[in-house]
């Protein structure tokens, strides 16, 4: 045979061969069933092709349509709410936004419903009297199970009968109070679904869900600013300015108000504004960058001994000088960036926390750019400040995780004893040796711990850290890692860090205690050791996002706990804010536990542009009361009492309108602290202010004369309280009559004898008069006045009987 005709032939006998198999195969291929297995123990069903392509190319999913079914009867809520407001109000403005909610949201209903029915869906029917009450409850897998009415933003069938109820501006602000979380929660909705994979591939439905979050965020923003003008508060709607923004206080006196010095401000940019973008030459609107300037200026805590005020910056520090009215006047200013820059006094030392990794450890400017570097420090710096006007860095510590905030324990004529809290990143550890990130388990990570940091008086360069306790362990199992592990806390909370570090530690050496705000937890510690300290208590709190802070009364029974919700940049004290959330907590020290009481937010709407939430503060120490001044930054300052824990009450105030009339610039006060008869607040981008509490109904100037002769250690420090006493001098004794006059907790009578009976005294004190019958009878009187019939008056007539008692030692 030819090899070439054989080559052809077989050329074509293969491909017959190959085109027979094809048809085959294509044939045999159409004649095989198409079957859906089923769940286990289910029988195998046969499909069609068409049904087959059909479940294939679907173009929405289950998660769309349990979307679509829980949106409109949470949009015939806000129809039922809207149709409230003709009898209730005629408030134009909310007449115009219930108008636009009637008619937007009907229409959306009936676009919903038909999208349903159209792919042969369930569309809930529309009810107009119990619209929503029972939605978010069908069941399923994905989205569906995570939306309840709470989460939905929707108002429960009590508070859509309180609305009912109302009319005039209580129905106005109950009506926006109630709108603005319901459109909250349809937002939510749309967020939840998008994260739902497979979810919005239908064209239609995924313009329809942008079209609800923009159409809903304009309203809340309108909506928001409507509910802060209906309230009287004489802090809500403040003219914004840099240093001339428009201010409201009460009871408080601005004695001074000092711009930050030269070399620690932008010249170019003091407000730290984004950059401005090139205007269109028809447009006269400014536009804005959306990067804004680091906090490279930022005014942070301060720390005050003698006649000393040091306030620290992520630049450095400031070093001023009181007068003997307590005015400032600076004295030197330290360039050593890194922040955050918290700064604490021990006699002649400053100690600064340094978190950053552009820190440098000879103070340097430019920072460093490389992973690991011998020239970056993240720790605690030293510094000698004898000479006030030359301070020279003495010594360091560097730490895994650097330092955020630190709490000076103890000092004596040996060593100071400071716990450091580092919140950043675990550094590499080739840069410094023994620092592992680590996992929960693992018992090497330099997470869940915080350094215990031993500094010798006689040579502070050899300070170093003595061990890092596993505050946070399980004590009967030693599990490194056993409280708030971090997410919510349930339905309509908020998502929180984990617990694996302490932002703030508070010491109370008098007590032995000290209080943690550690991220996810409140805590309680035993520092009878303070080289060991041992945790005693914990808690949580389902309202809280991130607990910063914790400070103690006068006498060390109770701590008032802050969370800084949204990391302090954020607009948290708005009129439609929750007003437990971004507040205080006020806990009872309970056989050396913590008992919750109550909260205290800032009750005055603050605008968008201004980042609020609780942040730092500290004890007014007038005898007899509980009073604690609050830095709420943008928000200002509050002074609280919490006397009684279940019923804080706000007694004056300060507030400045926003930095920038549209732009949120992250600034107000970062600390408010009493010294001395002062309140001092550093402000972190305008600069340093001075007050003075006044006389009014909430306080009496024998009150505050009282406070200002008050010994809280002399020295004063962010997170190391002392226990606060006072002398046995008349004014003291006045204040202790005052409460209890204001309370009338003992007799008219007796108050009035008391009086003339102090009164005769201080005159004899001042002349120097002796007289044993005298002091004989002040004892007597005090102590036949009977007992108050509650525990803080009783505690008030025991101070005051003491106080007469040493009074009349003072005669004989």
């Known amino acids: 045979m030819n090899h070439k005709m054989t080559t052809s032939l077989l050329v074509r006998l293969v491909s017959l061969s190959c085109a027979s198999t094809l048809s085959i195969a294509v044939a045999t291929a159409q004649d095989v069933p198409i079957l859906q297995p089923g769940a286990p123990g289910q029988d195998v069903r046969e499909l069609t092709a068409a049904e087959a392509q059909d479940i294939a190319s679907a173009s929405y999913s289950d998660d769309d349509v349990r979307f679509m079914q829980d949106m409109i009867p949470h949009h015939q809520q806000a129809v039922v709410m809207a149709n409230m407001v003709g009898e209730r109000t005629n408030n134009e403005s909310i007449v115009d936004i219930a108008g636009r909610i009637r008619s937007a949201q009907a229409d959306e209903i009936a676009f919903m419903r038909g999208w349903l029915i159209d792919r042969d869906e369930v569309a809930p029917s529309v009810d107009q009297d119990h619209a929503g009450h029972h939605a978010g409850h069908h069941g399923g897998h994905g989205m569906a199970t995570h939306m309840t009415h709470e989460m939905m933003g929707m108002a429960t069938p009590e508070q859509l009968a309180q609305l009912e109820a109302s009319e005039g501006t209580d129905f106005d602000r109950l009506f926006l109070q109630l709108m603005i979380p319901h459109h909250e929660g349809a937002i939510t909705m749309v967020e939840d679904l998008r994260d739902q994979s497979g979810s919005l591939y239908d064209p239609v439905l995924f313009e329809f869900t942008n079209d609800i979050v923009a159409d809903q965020s304009a309203e809340i923003t309108q909506m928001t600013a409507l509910l802060a003008s209906l309230s009287d508060d004489p802090r809500a709607g403040l003219a914004p300015g840099h240093m001339d923004a428009e201010i409201a206080l009460s009871n408080l006196a601005m004695l001074t108000s000092l ?48 006649d000393i005020l040091v306030v620290g910056s992520y630049h450095g520090f400031n070093i001023y000088q009181l007068d003997g009215e307590g005015m400032p006047s600076l004295k030197s200013s330290i360039v050593c960036p890194g922040g955050q820059g918290d700064v604490s006094v021990v006699g002649d030392l400053l100690i600064m926390s340094v978190e950053q990794t552009r820190g440098r450890v000879d103070c340097g400017l430019s920072g460093i750019t490389e992973d690991v570097s011998s020239d970056r420090f993240r720790g605690l710096r030293i510094f000698d400040i004898s000479d006030a006007i030359r301070p020279r860095q003495v010594g360091l510590v560097q730490t895994c995780r650097g330092s955020h905030t630190h709490s000076v324990v103890s000092a004596n004529s040996r060593r100071i004893v400071v716990y450091n809290s580092g919140t950043s990143s ?41 061990s890092s306790p596993r505050v946070f362990a399980d004590r009967s199992t030693g599990e490194i890692a056993s409280l708030w592990g971090g997410g919510d806390h349930g339905e309509g909370t908020q998502d929180t860090r984990r617990t694996d570090q302490c932002h703030d530690i508070t010491v109370f050496p008098g007590g032995k205690i000290a209080a943690g705000a550690c991220s996810g937890n409140g805590i309680i510690l035993d520092i009878s050791n303070p080289l060991n300290p041992r945790r005693i208590d914990d808690v949580t709190d389902e309202g809280f996002a991130y607990w910063h802070s914790a400070t103690f009364n006068n006498d060390g029974t109770k701590v008032l ?184 907790a003992i007799p008219s009578a007796d108050i009035s004898a008391l009086r003339d009976a102090v009164a005769q005294a201080s005159t004899m004190l001042e002349t120097g008069t002796k007289d044993r019958d005298f002091a004989k009878s002040l004892r007597d009187l005090v102590g036949d006045v009977g007992a108050p019939s509650d525990a803080t008056n009783e505690k008030r007539l025991a101070s005051l009987q003491d106080t007469i008692n040493a009074i009349g030692r003072e005669l004989r």
């Open 259 to 306: 711009p930050k010095p030269q070399g620690f401000v932008d010249p170019s940019n003091p407000a730290g504004l984004p950059a401005a973008l090139p205007k269109d030459d028809d447009d006269d609107k400014t536009e804005w960058s959306e990067r804004y300037p680091f906090l490279d200026f930022a005014n942070t805590d301060m720390a005050f001994s003698d």
């Open 426 to 466: 675990v550094r590499e550890e080739e840069e410094l040796a023994g620092c592992l990130v680590g996992q929960p388990g693992n018992q090497e990570t330099a997470l869940f711990s915080i350094d215990v940091i031993e500094i010798p008086l006689s040579d502070p360069s050899k300070a170093r850290i003595t």
């Open 561 to 744: 706990f802050t969370d800084e919700w949204g990391g302090g940049a954020s607009p948290r004290c708005r009129a439609s804010d929750p007003i437990t959330w971004g507040a205080d907590a006020i806990y009872d020290i309970v056989d050396g536990k913590l008992e919750f009481r109550s909260y205290f937010k800032i009750p005055a709407p603050q605008e968008e542009e201004e980042n609020c939430v609780a942040h730092n503060g500290g004890v007014v120490p007038v005898p007899g009361r509980d009073i604690f001044v609050q830095a709420w930054y943008q928000g200002g300052m509050s002074v609280i009492d919490f006397t009684d824990s279940s019923n804080p009450v706000e007694i004056a105030y300060f507030d400045r309108g926003p930095i920038h009339e549209e732009l949120l610039i992250v600034g107000g006060y970062w600390s408010t602290y009493w010294y001395n008869g002062k309140i001092y607040g550093t402000e972190i981008v305008r600069g340093l202010d001075v007050f003075e509490l006044l006389p009014s109904d909430y306080l009496t100037e024998n009150e505050l004369a009282a406070a200002k002769l008050a010994d809280a250690g002399g020295t004063f420090n962010p997170q190391q309280q002392f226990t606060v006493t006072w002398p046995a001098d008349p004014v003291v004794a006045y204040a202790y009559l005052d409460q209890l006059e204001r309370e009338e």
